[in-house]
């Protein structure tokens, strides 16, 4: 039988996904329409003998999460576990903390994901992958192909090109390596809590020669990049599956939930068609991939597409124009506002004529292996221009142009903003 | 009577709008700049008016001759083929002004106000100097000349040119009265009328000045141009309301041309002129704009504060604001937003232009 295992992280990762994370935890963040974990657990639940799926963090229990895991495990007729760790461990850390639960029912294998990635999760070809590569109880990393600039910025794999082995890891280095990339899913197997053991071990003997420091050197923090990848480098244990670069995306700040979820929409045209909207008698025009929340109310001039997403109770006045956008839950657009490249907090309102844009920093098109850039939120002292984002309960009045500017939650604008964060 | 314009050249200032018509035609509240001078001067008596240009315009001429015979009167076009200042072109005229003893008017192109030329006239033939100038008040006198002179009477006793410390608030309004024999006082060559014509008259107790009452721009950027236009709205609205178009979807002082057609749930004004033939589709929010002939407004777009050139087009969700300046024939594509942009004729805009500055 197989398992699944979600790295979450916690509240103090995940800051550039702010303002938008102080209303909910990152993993839960709609993309395409549904929360980011919904992918993946819908992903995994799809592979057959999977028998249970656990999520390891550092989040408080919150209301939230509890009700997700709660909707999700009904749903997907599967068992989904929180485990929460007790401080940040690191992504083996968790893992070699819970190996216990994880190893319970004697899995032959089981997946880890990282919650803040987008994919078409090819889990199943995965496995058929592993039994063909190497040993028996071999393990395997995803991996896709970047460009040799953005290739740094990822954890670059060496592959031997026949036998698909990785003979050499190196996270973020600051020479170019490889243009092979880690896409932070893996499929192991139980035998990788050996490795952890011998780390976790290793780190305890250096900790009781050295000065006792701050919180990252505990031994229990273990990271799998650095520490455990870079180990198995080379040993014929470690072999990469290579998927196309265009179905795969980090999600690390909220421009890039934008660009995920255009990934998500077009993977909808196979994986649930019933998601996007279509163009129908008396309804909005669409165009191009749009998720549109069963409980919203649109007008029908209003334009919605391509790449956006329309979440509960949403209201859309007339002549209303959306791009490149996620609206959530509960936020009024009145009428012949427009909003590009920009995401609309919860319960917030958009005045009459108003215009919110955003500067989308999407890949450049025309190389098929760039990824989203991880762009610092400051440049020469000045704001860089990026998606607008209102967090929940913004208000912004008619006639106004809210520019490449990011808005705190529960504010009350009076005019235009251009390049600013409005605290 | 006879009245001399100072037409002058190329326009560049209300760029790019006079790339494609002389600047006496541009329209300026659905009429040509010109014709707002000449039928006030036709008004107060004159009969032949004088263009003082230096660059022909075979686009001129032709309108001109039309203009002759719709108001019964003589237009001359004056051409300096080499520059000669703000005094020379009267004396290249001097045939065409001298004819016979009455005093002629003078004034420079640019000027929108409601014209005085009657007034001018009793005020001239009472004080019976050889000149009359126009002055008016302005809130910031260090960009112009400024006028000193008596309070009661007005006789002039002299100017100075953009001063640094504050002498007086009345300026130079553009505006002048003169009998002919002051045109003896200027050679044909390059002379400027404030510096070296005005000074000796002044001086010789021939210059007067009247104050104009009401309001008064020079409309020669388009900056100043749209302020002039509220300000000639405003005048209409007190002296022919009717011609402002009124009702629900109208703010404040709207002037639109009947050929125009405007859409559903628009909302236009305070202070926007729209000319023939122009077209606003539905859900549109217009203020503070001058939208000229044929020009096309698509809808949900918002614009304020914006020049729309001849025949031009406005893209669906369009924003501009910030004196943007469409020339003619101008295509913005839909959902762009154009902050401040200067559009050289026939371009296509397919980018935003968040920060002012000019399309070539």
């Known amino acids: ?423 | 009577m006879k009245a001399l314009i100072l037409v002058g050249g190329y326009g560049t200032r209300l760029r790019p709008l006079t790339l494609s018509v002389p600047k006496p035609l541009v329209d300026f509240c659905n009429k040509p700049i010109l014709l707002h001078q000449v039928e006030a001067l036709v008004k107060a008596g004159v009969d032949h008016v004088v263009l003082a240009v230096s660059y022909m315009s075979e686009l001129l001429e032709r309108e001109m001759r039309v203009q002759e015979e719709r108001l019964g009167i003589r237009i001359s076009l004056s051409h300096e083929t080499e520059p000669l200042g703000t005094a020379g072109p009267l004396a290249l005229a001097r045939e065409l002004l001298n004819v016979d003893n009455e005093p002629f008017f003078v004034l420079n192109s640019d000027v929108i106000c409601d014209f005085p030329f009657r007034d001018m006239l009793q005020f001239h033939r009472n004080h019976g100097r050889e000149g009359t100038i126009v002055v008016t008040r302005v809130e910031e006198p260090s960009k112009y000349g400024v006028v000193v002179f008596e309070a009661d009477s007005g006789k002039i006793h002299r100017f100075v040119e953009k001063p640094q410390v504050f002498v007086s608030n009345k300026i130079n309004a553009g505006m002048y009265i003169f009998n002919p024999s002051m045109l003896s006082r200027i050679e044909l060559r390059p002379t400027s009328i404030e510096k070296e014509i005005f000074p000796v008259m002044a001086e010789q107790g021939h210059l007067y000045s009247m104050e104009l009452q009401g309001f008064w721009m020079d409309i020669g950027q388009p900056k100043d141009f749209l302020t002039g236009m509220c300000m000639y709205l405003q005048s209409v609205r007190q002296h022919a309301p009717d011609r402002l178009r009124t009702g629900p979807g109208f703010l404040g002082n709207v002037l639109v041309d009947p050929t125009a057609q405007i859409g559903e749930n628009c909302t236009i004004g305070p202070n926007v002129s729209i000319g023939a033939g122009v077209v606003v589709e539905d859900g549109v929010r217009i203020k503070r704009c001058t939208v000229m002939k044929g020009a096309r407004v698509r809808s949900h777009s918002w614009l304020e504060s914006c020049i729309v050139g001849w025949s031009s087009s406005v893209g669906q969700w369009v924003r501009m604001e910030n004196v943007t300046v469409l020339g003619e024939d101008v295509i913005v594509n839909d959902e762009l937003y154009l902050n401040g942009a200067n559009v050289l004729p026939h371009k296509s805009i397919n980018e935003s232009v968040p920060e002012p500055r000019i399309i070539m």
């Open chain 1, 1 to 423: 039988m197989l398992k699944a295992v979600i790295l979450i992280g916690g509240p103090q990762k995940g800051t550039r996904f702010r303002p938008l994370s102080f209303e909910v935890p990152k993993p839960l963040f709609p993309v395409a329409g549904v929360p980011m974990l919904q992918h993946h657990i819908e992903a995994c639940a799809k592979v057959p003998n999977m028998k249970e799926i656990l999520l390891i963090g550092f989040y408080q229990p919150n209301e939230e999460l509890t009700r997700f895991l709660v909707n999700a495990q009904q749903e997907f007729k599967i068992p989904i576990r929180y485990l929460q760790e007790y401080s940040a461990l690191g992504t083996g850390g968790g893992l070699y903390h819970f190996r216990d639960q994880i190893v319970s029912g004697s899995p032959e294998a089981f997946f880890v994901l990282n919650a803040d990635v987008c994919s078409a999760f090819p889990l199943v070809e995965m496995l058929s992958f592993q039994k063909e590569h190497g040993e028996e109880n071999s393990f395997v990393i995803l991996g896709t192909t970047s460009n040799r600039k953005q290739s740094m910025n990822y954890g670059c794999i060496v592959e031997n090109e026949k036998t698909n082995e990785v003979l050499h890891y190196v996270e973020k280095p600051s020479t170019f390596v490889s243009d092979i990339i880690n896409c932070g899913i893996y499929l192991f197997n139980p035998d990788i809590f050996q490795h952890i053991g011998s780390v976790f071990q290793k780190n305890q003997q250096d900790m009781l020669l050295e000065e006792p420091t701050n919180g990252w050197h505990r031994a229990e923090a273990i990271r799998l990049e650095q520490d455990i990848f870079t180990a198995l480098a080379g040993q014929g244990k470690l072999y990469v599956y290579k998927t196309h670069s265009f179905s795969w995306s980090q999600i690390k700040s909220a421009g890039s939930a934008i660009y995920a979820s255009r990934l998500y929409l077009n993977q909808y045209h196979t994986t649930h068609p019933e998601r996007l909207a279509s163009n129908k008698e008396g309804g909005p025009t669409i165009r191009g991939n749009v998720y549109i929340h069963p409980t919203a109310n649109i007008d029908p001039t209003a334009m919605l597409g391509p790449n956006v997403s329309i979440g509960t109770g949403v209201t859309i006045g007339a002549g209303v124009r959306v791009r490149e956008s996620i609206i959530l839950h509960g936020a009024t657009l009145q009428d012949h506002c427009c909003v590009l490249n920009s995401i609309v907090g919860w319960d917030s309102t958009i005045g009459k004529w108003a215009r919110v844009e955003g500067t989308p920093s999407d890949p450049n098109p025309n190389d098929p292996y760039a990824k989203i850039d991880s762009e610092t939120l400051f440049r020469e002292g000045k704001l860089t221009p990026s998606i607008t984002i209102l967090g929940c309960n913004v208000t912004i009045p008619s006639e106004v142009i809210i520019l490449n500017s990011i808005v705190l939650p529960h504010k009350d604008l009076n005019r235009s903003f251009k390049n600013q964060i409005i605290l």
